[in-house]
Structures are given as structure tokens and as C-alpha cells.
């Protein structure tokens, strides 16, 4: 999945960049991003097996808990396929890794707004509790910040496709 930025050219044409080609997959801080990611993965996918294992009800609210999270079968489904997709970013690694942890992690920090809005309410269907969303807030920040590597920084080097792309008109 590459990203593209539109930028206007001498005359005002549109010339399109190609961002995620160049991104720094070779830099030793990678591997050890691309390994957290897929710990999660694993930590995720364990936790729905043993929430499955237990013969929760698919949409039980009751309090039945893993681990110290409160679960259900809906729960332990969505986390088997969310710690599967983690493994699979792991093991493809480069950019798409970068990408879908950073989507990933997006979604686990709406997650956890949504469910936190939901405590306690009928609508909470995957049984969320506290520690359930505090857990959805750190995993969030976490493949956040493993997606980012080498995307976002106060300081980006003039070779960086990223910084390339925002300063369009500037020597490199």
C-alpha cells in the first residue's frame, strides 16, 4: 500500500511521490518493532484461545475473565484474528508491517474510547471493563509507535522520503 502525496511542480502541474518505497526497513530498530508487534500478536492470539477454551458464551457479559481481562466468545474471536494479522505483519515485515501496525493501532485507541463509553451499558457487547480498555489504550499506543519508525520525527534526515516529500522545493 503505498502512500501518495500530490505536490505542484514548476508551472503548476501535479506531480505525484511515492512515499512508502524508501522507508528505513534495513535499520536494526525495525526488527525489534517488528518483534513487539508480533508478541502482541502472540499475547492476543493466546488470550482468545484460552477465552475460547474456557466455553465463554459468544456474547456472555457476565464477568468471566483471562488472564486478568474480562472476555467473552465475541472477544476471543476478535483477538485471534487481530493476534494473527500481527503475526502475519511480523513475519511480512517492511512497509506493510509499518502500516498495518500503525492502522492497527489506530483502531485498538478508538477501541478503547468506544468501549470505554460503553462500560456498563447494554450495548457492551465484548464485556469490556476497565482494565480491558486501559489494556486497548497501551496495545494502541504501542503498535503506534512501532508503525511510526522512521515516519514521524522532529528530525527526519534530508534523505527521507517523508522529509523529501514535505519540502518539495528545497535542495537536497
Not at 80 to 90: E, P, S
Not at 101 to 114: A, I, P, Q, R
Amino acid at each position: 500500500m503505498a502512500t501518495h502525496v500530490l505536490h505542484s511542480g514548476p508551472k503548476g502541474h501535479k506531480r505525484r511521490i511515492v512515499l512508502d518505497e524508501d522507508l528505513p526497513v534495513d535499520h536494526r530498530l525495525s526488527k525489534v518493532y517488528r518483534v513487539g508487534a508480533g508478541l502482541m500478536g502472540l499475547v492476543l492470539l493466546a488470550f482468545g484461545v484460552l477465552g475460547l477454551i474456557d466455553k465463554i458464551g459468544f456474547f456472555d457479559t457476565r464477568g468471566d475473565t483471562v488472564a486478568g481481562l474480562n472476555t467473552n466468545g465475541a472477544l476471543s474471536v476478535l483477538s485471534i484474528a487481530v493476534g494473527l494479522l500481527l503475526f502475519a505483519g511480523m513475519v511480512i515485515g517492511g512497509n506493510a508491517a509499518s502500516t498495518l501496525n500503525m492502522v492497527l493501532g489506530v483502531l485498538f485507541l478508538l477501541s478503547g474510547f468506544v468501549n470505554l463509553a460503553l462500560l456498563d451499558s447494554r450495548y457492551n457487547f465484548l464485556a469490556f471493563r476497565i482494565q480491558n480498555v486501559l489494556f486497548s489504550f497501551v496495545v494502541g499506543l504501542l503498535l503506534m509507535t512501532f508503525g511510526m519508525y522512521g515516519r514521524v520525527s522532529g528530525g527526519l534526515p534530508h534523505d527521507n522520503p517523508y522529509w523529501k516529500a514535505r519540502h518539495p522545493d528545497q535542495p537536497r
